[in-house]
C-alpha cells in the first residue's frame, strides 16, 4: 500500500490529501511495516520525506501498476473505497449507523455497502468476511457510558486497525447539536482515508415563502431561522447569517446571529434596494447591491458599521451577486453593463475588471449568480444560451467550462466547503427545490422537499456546537 | 362669448315676451320676464347638479384608476411601450391637477431571469416611469421608485399570459389622494 501511494505521490507530486495520508502516525507505521515488506523501496520512502506538498492533481497517474503489492485501505479519487458501518449497539445506535453511512455515501468518495450486510463482529473481526463483501475499510462506532463515541477504522487490506478515537457528542440525543456532532465524527473518519475532512458537518441556508431557513447537509433539520428575507449568505465563522429583506421601504440588508437568534440592521435607508449581500473571508467587510435612481452597483461598507463605498460605477446599468475569492483580494459579480448579464471579476475596490464569461459564449443570452469555489480555482454560476438556465463551472487557470447541470432549469450555485460539491436550485421535479451535485461524477440528490426553496448559500465547516 | 350669448337669449326672449302680450307695451322690458324667462334658464343647472356630482366622481374615480394604471413591459426589457406612455401621459395630467399628489412606482418581473437580478431589473422598469414623468415636468420630489423584482407576481402560472402581466410597473398613491381632482 505505502509504496504505492509513495510512489504515486512522488511522479506527480500528487494531491496535498494523500501526501497528508501517508504522513499521519498509523500509516507511517504501516509504511515501515510495508517497506521492510518491500524490501528494496526503502528509498523511496526516504524520498517522500522531501517530497513538498503540491496541490494539484493529474488524471493519468491512475494507471500505475499495482500488483504484487498488498494496497489496503487506499483512497483513490475516480475509483471510490469501499466502507461498511458496523451497525452500532446502544441506544440511538441506529441513528448513527445511518447517519455515518449517510454522510459516507453523501461524500460521493466511497462505496458504502449496507450495514446489514455486516457480518456479526464479537471479538476479532473475519477478515476473509469482510474481503468477500469487497470492503475495503470498517467503521466501528461504539457509544461510551460517558455518551462519547468511540471510532475504529479497520483496514480489510492490511487486516489491522488504521485509526481510533474518542469523539464527544453533545448532550442530548437526536438534537440539531448532537446531529452536528455525529457529522463532525463522519468528516474526521473521512479525513483518515482521504485526507481531507469531509462536508457532513455543515448546513445549508436558503430562502422559503419570504423567510430564511437552515437545513443540515443530509437535508435534516430544516428550520427558519428569520422572520422575513432572502438571499442568505453564511459569516465565514458560521456563527451567522446576512441577508435581504425586500420590503419595498428601506430593503435593508440584515444579520441574524444563529446562536441568540438576534437580528441586526447592516444596510437601511429609504428608497433603496439593499439586496445580495456576502461577508468578506476575514469577516470585516460587507458587500451588497445597492439599487438607486443611479442604477444598481456594489458597495462595501465594515461589517460592524460604517460609511458605505461605492466598488461599482454602473451608470444606470446593474452590478449584483458579489461572491469574494477565498483570499479576499478579488470578486466575482454579475453585471449587465454590456447590455446583457454576465459574471466579472475585480479587485475588492472594483478595478482591474475582466470580464469572465464572455469567450466561452460570445454575446448571447445571459450568466448570472456567480459563487467562488473555496479551493479559489473556480468559479460556478448559471448559464442561458436560448434555453433554459443551468450550472457551469469555469476554470481560472485555463477559462475551461464545463456543465453541470442539465435537468429542468437550474440556478443560483453555492459551494461546498470541499469545492466538489454544489447546492443548487432546480425545478427538475417539478416545484423548484435544493439539489446538491457532485460535480465529479455528476451524481445529484434532492436536499429539500415542499413549497418552492430556492436561493440557497452552503456554510462553511461548522464546529460541534 | 359666453356673455354675448346670454345677451341674445335675454334679447330673444325678451322680444318673445314683447310679442306674446300685444295690449301694452312694456315699458320696463328686462326685469319683468325674469322670474318666468329665467326660471327655465336656470332649471338647467338646478336638475344638473345630481348628474354632475356623478360625473364628477365619475371623473375622480377613472382619474384615480388611470392614475394607478399598472403599464407592462417586454421581456427582459424597462424600455417604455406605447400604450405605457399614454398611460403615463394621463398620469401627467391627473398629477399636474394635484400638486400635492405623491406617488410610488414598483416594478416587477417575471419568473424567468436570475431571482436576484430581476430585483435590479424592476429597480430601472420603475426608473424607467419616473424618468418619463420628471421628464415631462413632474417634480422628481413627487416620486418614489421601488422594486419586487419576481417576489410579487400578480399572476401565477408558466405561460408567456401570466409573465406578460408579470412584467410591470404598479402605482400607489402615497399623499394627497383624499381630495384628487381630475385633469381640466
Redesign the interface.
Known sequence: MCWWSISRSITRCGRSDRLRLAFSHHSLFVMVRSTLRLCCRATACALLASVAVAPLAVREVEAQPTKGVSLGLQYRPGEKTALIVLPVKGANGDSLTTMLSRDFDFSDRFTVVGSSAAPAVTGAINWALFAKLGVDGIVQATVLPSGWLRVVLHDVGLKSVRNQKDFPLPSGALSPAWRLGVHGVADAVEEWITGQRGIAQTRIAFTRAGRVWTVDSDGANVTPVTPSGMSPQWLPSGRGIVYTVLDGVRNPVMFTDLATGAQRVLASAPGIEHTTPAVSPDGRTLLYARGSDTGTDLFAQPFEGGAPRRVTVGRGRASAQPSFSPDGQRLAFMSDRSGHPEVYISDLDGTNVELLTAAAFGDRDYRAGPDWSPDGRMVAFQSRNGGTFQIMTINLRDQSVRQVTNDGRNDDPSWAPDSRHLVLTSNRSGVRQLWVVDIETGRARQLTRGPETRLAAWSPRLAAQ | MMRSSRLMLVLVSSSLVLGACKKKPAPAPTPTPTPTERAPERTTPTAAPVDTMAAYNEKVASARMRLLETIFFEYDADELRDDARASLDAKIAILNANPGLRIRV?GHCDER?????N???G??RA?AA?RYLTDRGVDASRI??????R?RPAVQGTTEEAWSKNRRDEFEITAGGENLRPAS
Open positions: 414598483a431571469g436570475s431571482d436576484e437580478y430585483i435590479a431589473l429597480r430601472r426608473e419616473k418614489e421608485t421601488s422594486s419586487f423584482g417576489e
